[in-house]
């Protein structure tokens, strides 16, 4: 039966890691993997997980089954994060996940039962990921415009324009905040005029809401899921605690089901869990329970969010001493875009062979897209980068 199968390619991220553990240059630079670091490299645990963590050991009774909606104290507790004081006004129904991918499946399931016809409009470029998820559930795939080379962020008005030509047939998957991978986000605004269209054309959002904490702040990078939660009938969100818990194998995340009345959210509720039971069953506990447990508790969350801020405060300030180092070597008009970018994910504009001169000569790992990991800078490799960079710009 095997012999029937073709190869696939290497997936790119995990291909470049592989590349670089094998690569015994001392002065190498790892830029592809999306998990945050510290100034010393690492992706520690955060010190709030931890104390959860061990509560959680110290004090758990069963390792019985959960329902496929998970912890109903996390679901709560996500929803709250997620929407904050206009949670009071929305119709939320809220399921826990394994993971944001996970979650982006068994969305993907709803969406295929409620019209096998949809198709899932995703921004250009996107996560990597996201077009497999959506077209391995049998869903069709389109793209919008969304990033601009020539103008370094983003199009919005070719994207608008895009936006217009839809309708109730379609879904379309914005990124929350810290767009992966450009780093571009929609202004207030932007989104404003995203909500008018979506009433107006009557598709469907799904806001993948990955980065909640790494732009703006916590509040702040939810500007987009809130407005629309307010103003749309209805609405899916995808969240996800890898980033802003550090909880990336533990698989932690959630969807939020937002419906114009109770009779909707009613019907889509049941079907959304019949797609995670015949999935998974039902999510992992663990994780869900320490975020639960971080969120329920003040003295924990105080200490999360000073946490957060900390990890957030130290990529927006990599980002800085990139574009200044640059600016000062007389490479400003090419890369000073990147001040303006949110979150993890820098978009360098550089072209694929001097991404590939960058890895062959410099042991510097991005993928082609010059998509960078802004946390992998730090103060011992900024003057190494940065010169690699103007040695491959400037040529």
Same mark, same amino acid.
């Given at each position: ?217 916590? %509040? ?6 809130? @407005? !629309? $939660?307010? *103003? ?7 969240? +996800? ?71 957030? %405060? ?6 800085? @001493? !990139? $574009?200044? *180092? ?7 008009? +090419? ?61």
């Amino acid at each position: 039966m095997f012999e029937a199968l073709s190869p696939l390619p290497a997936d790119p991220i995990l291909g470049l890691s592989a590349a670089y553990k094998q690569d015994d240059n001392p002065d190498k630079i790892d830029l592809g993997v999306g998990v945050y670091k510290d100034e010393a490299g690492a992706t520690p645990i955060m010190a709030a997980v931890k104390k959860a963590e061990q509560q959680r050991l110290e004090n758990e009774t069963t390792k019985t089954y959960q329902s496929p909606a998970g912890d109903p104290e996390f679901d709560e507790a996500v929803a709250r994060l997620l929407l904050g004081d206009t949670l009071a006004n929305c119709r939320v129904a809220s399921v826990q996940v394994p993971g944001g991918t996970g979650g982006l499946y068994v969305a993907a399931g709803l969406i295929r039962r409620c019209n096998s016809e949809a198709t899932i409009w995703l921004s250009k470029p996107t996560w990597a990921n996201h077009a497999p998820v959506f077209t391995s559930a049998g869903l069709a795939v389109a793209e919008y415009p969304y990033y601009s080379s020539q103008l370094r962020g983003v199009d919005f008005e070719a994207m608008a324009d895009a936006l217009r030509k839809l309708g109730s047939d379609d879904v379309v998957v914005l990124h929350g905040c810290c767009h992966n991978p450009t780093g571009a986000d929609l202004t207030g605004q932007q989104w404003q005029v995203v909500a008018d269209i979506a009433i107006e054309r009557g598709f469907t959002p799904l806001i993948d809401f990955a980065y909640q904490g790494f732009g703006r702040g916590l %509040d702040e990078d939810a500007y987009g899921v809130r @407005l !629309l $939660a307010q *103003r749309v009938p209805e609405l899916i969100v995808v969240s +996800s605690c890898s980033k802003n818990f550090g909880l990336y194998r533990e698989r932690v995340g959630a969807v939020c089901l937002i419906s114009a009345g109770r009779e909707r959210e009613h019907q889509a509720l049941p079907h959304l869990l019949n797609v995670a039971r015949s999935t998974y069953s039902m999510p992992p506990a663990h994780g869900a329970a320490i975020v639960s447990s971080i969120l329920h508790d003040e003295a924990l969350r105080g200490q999360w969010q000073a946490e957060l801020t900390s990890m957030r %405060d130290r990529m927006n300030g990599c980002r800085t @001493l !990139l $574009a200044d *180092r640059l600016a000062g070597m007389g490479l400003g008009d +090419s890369f000073d875009h990147i001040r303006g970018q949110l979150g993890m994910f820098s978009y360098l504009g550089l072209s694929v062979a001097q991404v590939q001169r960058l890895r062959e000569e410099f042991s510097i790992y991005m993928v082609d897209s010059s998509r960078i990991n802004i946390a992998g800078i730090n103060q011992q490799n900024l003057d190494y980068f940065a010169n690699a960079l103007a040695a491959v710009s400037q040529t």
